[in-house]
């Protein structure tokens, strides 16, 4: 991996090119823990402690404590593994794990609102005993981890679920970054109130050797062993579902390399041309109709954050390039991934390219994820190259979310609710609608009616966590007109529920509405939320 690429995952630190020098590298394995950043309100707080490469690195984890502060004070010490033999582990994998819990109970469970948590780990490297808190990077800040316990459970209806439509796991591992493990990733979703996630590793790692980033196997053996695993946690519990995927790295109309999200994929793709892989060998294999006329019919493709612009060195040395309308208007393409972990001048672009293609005529959805490599709490990178990790609270796993409409969960049936658009994309509020006609029809996000007198129902929810409605606007557009115009704006200031049905004399012809919700001063990790749905489209006789 050419060390100059952005990378949004826990931090590889063995790697170094040769001859050159790595104040990272050390002889121990990659040692960090990790937590929800948010928690919902009966649920005890599970933590993840990963030990990287024990393989090679051998490591006995002597104990695990737990530092809980709340307003300034120490409120718990909670001995999470250790302080006695019986408790002490053995790490000697290349990826070991573990999920210890924090229960809230006594003094803790009548607190709301931020925590700090330290995670302070006692630890053996051939007899030497050592200690680190929250990980054992060098340049990290090993800063408390914030966790949000809310006192309500996360804002949704009946049979709508949300989760995470873009993420990276353990199977994502190469020479600068490397993702959490597919289990692990479940236990912490559930805890933050979420039902699913997709699965989407890179094209480029999972055609890699199991026990060797560095070479390719055509046997597949990494793609085959995530297809399993997948497939086992599944059948393992019905509450949640773990969405499998590739991110395929494929050429553009010009030839540059983006990524395409299959959802559901169990057909692999090579895509190496932007995986930094071998030097200047950075033509795409497939470019993007290639791969979405030769995918199995039961996958679903999504443009993967198409607006964000190729950095310019990643423009000149690895032939990144973006999605052109162009590129998004083939047929098997169903949506596009324009929320990728954070409101901004990436995310409005996406917003303006799928409001040109719904004026253009295409039915084609979006979704949110945050393109996160475990970060469940801190997003750890390196930064300049092998010598410092940097932090930030950005790209969150589970942060943005797509919420979709499946009375029973599970993969099938939420892919089946991605393919037809009946979701919206959130950062807390959710909204849903529906159109329904005088003749008894009735159609639901991404759906369609045909009648000849429309009625138009929102339900919209929010809670402290995510602030109380400042708007909620119904946009629309007819067949008359070449661009989106507010259909209605509801007065819901101050508001953390609303519902309500009217009339909407939509003019005769073809057309569609979606909806626009925002939230303001918010409690917990954000102080503005936002929820933009899938739109409904019409034709009124």
């Known amino acids: ?94 990826f070991w794990w573990t999920i210890a819990s924090i229960p809230f109970s006594g003094e803790l469970s009548g607190l709301f609102g931020f925590f700090d948590i330290q995670i302070v780990i006692r630890y ?37 679920r949300q989760g995470d439509a873009h993420t990276h796991s353990s199977y994502t591992d190469d020479q600068v970054e490397y993702g959490s493990p597919v289990e692990a990733g479940v236990a912490l979703c559930k805890a933050m109130g979420q039902s699913f996630f997709c699965v989407t590793d890179h094209s480029y790692d999972l055609d890699d050797a199991v026990d060797n980033y560095l070479k390719n196997d055509p046997a597949l053996p990494k793609w085959h062993q995530f297809q399993d695993e997948v497939d086992t946690v599944n059948s393992r519990d019905t509450s949640f579902a773990v969405i499998r995927g590739e991110e395929v790295s494929c050429g553009n109309s010009l030839g540059r390399n983006v990524h395409l999200l299959l959802y559901g994929a169990r057909k692999f793709f090579h895509g190496t041309g932007d995986g930094a892989e071998h030097w200047f060998h950075t033509q795409p294999e497939h470019n993007i109709p290639e791969v979405l006329e030769d995918m199995d019919e039961y996958t679903v493709a999504y443009a993967g954050h198409p607006s964000e612009p190729a950095p310019l060195l990643q423009w000149l040395l690895i032939r990144r390039g973006s999605w052109s309308t162009h590129d998004m208007n083939h047929a098997r393409l169903t949506g596009i991934q324009i929320l990728n972990g954070v409101f901004n001048r990436a995310f409005t672009r996406g917003l303006e390219t799928w409001k040109a293609l719904l004026l253009g005529g295409r039915h084609i959805f979006i979704a949110g994820g945050n393109d996160a490599h475990g970060n469940f709490n801190s997003f750890r990178q390196i930064g300049i190259p092998f010598f410092t990790i940097r932090e930030w609270d950005q790209q969150l796993f589970g942060k943005i979310r797509t919420g979709v409409h499946v009375p029973v969960i599970g993969e099938e049936q939420i892919l089946d609710a991605l393919r037809r658009g009946e979701s919206f994309v959130t950062s807390g509020p959710a909204v849903i609608a529906e159109i329904a006609g005088d003749n008894g029809a009735i159609a639901g996000l991404g759906g369609s009616i045909e009648c000849t007198h429309a009625t138009v129902r929102v339900h919209a929810r929010s809670t402290e966590e995510f602030g109380s409605f400042t708007s909620i606007r119904i946009l629309g557009t007819t067949e008359t007109t070449d661009h989106e115009y507010t259909a209605h704006a509801f007065h819901c200031t101050g ?41 409904i489209w019409f034709i009124i006789q």
């Open 1 to 94: 991996m050419i060390p100059f690429l952005p990378v949004f995952a826990y931090a590889e630190t063995h790697y170094r090119f040769k001859y050159f020098f790595s104040w990272l590298k050390k002889s121990e394995p990659e040692i960090l823990a990790d937590l929800p950043h948010r928690l919902e309100p009966s649920t005890a707080l599970p933590v993840l402690l990963l030990v990287k490469d024990a393989d090679a690195y051998p490591a006995d984890i002597i104990t695990v404590i737990a530092h809980v502060h709340h307003d300034g004070r120490a409120r718990a010490r909670i001995v999470l593994c250790g302080e006695d033999s019986a408790g002490q582990r053995r790490a000697r994998t290349k």
């Open 124 to 160: 053996s490297i051939d007899g030497t005993v050592r200690e680190c808190t929250n990980d054992n990077y060098r340049s990290a800040s090993h800063r408390n981890f914030r966790v949000y316990r809310a006192r309500h459970p996360m804002p949704s209806f009946p049979d709508w």
């Open 495 to 535: 508001l953390y529920e609303f519902e309500e049905t009217l009339d909407i004399p939509f003019p005769s012809g073809r057309g569609y509405m979606r909806i626009e919700a925002e939230t303001e001063n918010g409690t917990g990790y954000d102080e503005i939320g936002y929820c933009y749905t899938n739109p």
